[in-house]
């Protein structure tokens, strides 16, 4: 069974551009979550999403958006860059069967915003 | 708003050492704790996590953590420590916001 794979695996942006990320979880997970994860803040979540809806969501501004299609596959959008949006950005995929949830995370994304 | 800390930064052990990550905290209500780990070139993977009943929760690779709830602890533990355990460990709690808060992370060395 394939993993999470996120594309790109590295990126490099300039202030006030804005970028898209992918995820495509493991086949049959439902639910995908994005994290960031600075040295400065540690591991940060940002979103989960579900059967296409946004379930929670961190505390980040606007500029970080998120969508999930019906295939389950995820992308999360920043607009406006900022320098301190550099980061590895990690997606993880999950199934629950009643309490019982396994989840499993991608190789991130590295964005570096010049 | 919930938090979590992770009191180590920086943990060096002999191989067969026995190891235990301290993880507190706070939250007044009903919680699920988990552990994380990343070691070096590999993913961030669950450990394991704690929901309900049984307070010692095993994970993989021989790992196992408590929870204690009058002290607000989920601490990490393993017997014996092998030199494929050099990692980072991170712990993290869900509260009734349904947001994971992490902690800042454990580096873990393991000497052969």
């Known amino acids: 069974k394939a993993g999470v794979t996120q594309t790109p695996r590295y990126l490099i942006k300039t202030r006030g551009q804005q970028v898209t990320l992918s995820c495509s979880p493991i086949?049959?997970?439902?639910?995908v979550s994005w994290y960031q994860q600075t040295p400065g803040q540690g591991l940060q979540f940002l979103f989960e999403y579900f059967s296409e809806t946004q379930r929670n969501k961190g505390n980040f501004p606007g500029r970080f958006s998120g969508r999930q299609f019906s295939n389950s596959r995820s992308e999360m959008n920043v607009s406006t860059l900022e320098l301190g949006d550099s980061a590895l950005y990690l997606c993880?995929?999950?199934?629950?069967?009643?309490?019982?949830?396994?989840?499993?995370f991608g190789p991130g994304t590295r964005l570096l915003v010049l | 708003a919930q938090s979590v800390s992770q009191h180590n930064h920086h943990v060096i052990l002999s191989e067969a050492a026995s190891l235990e990550l301290g993880c507190n905290y706070s939250?007044?209500?009903?919680?699920?704790l988990f552990w994380y780990v990343q070691y070096p070139g590999q993913h961030l993977q669950l450990l394991l996590k704690y929901f309900s009943g049984d307070p010692l929760v095993k994970g993989i690779k021989g790992f196992e953590a408590e929870f204690i709830k009058s002290k607000f602890s989920f601490n990490l533990r393993k017997p014996s420590v092998q030199w494929s355990d050099t990692a980072e460990y991170f712990c993290?709690?869900?509260?009734?916001?349904?947001?994971?808060?992490f902690g800042r992370g454990t580096s873990l060395i393991v000497h052969p």
């Open positions: 939250y007044g209500g009903t919680v699920n």
């Open positions: 993290a709690v869900l509260g009734g916001s349904y947001i994971p808060t």
């Open positions: 086949s049959g997970h439902r639910s």
């Open positions: 993880a995929s999950s199934s629950f069967q009643g309490t019982q949830e396994t989840q499993y």
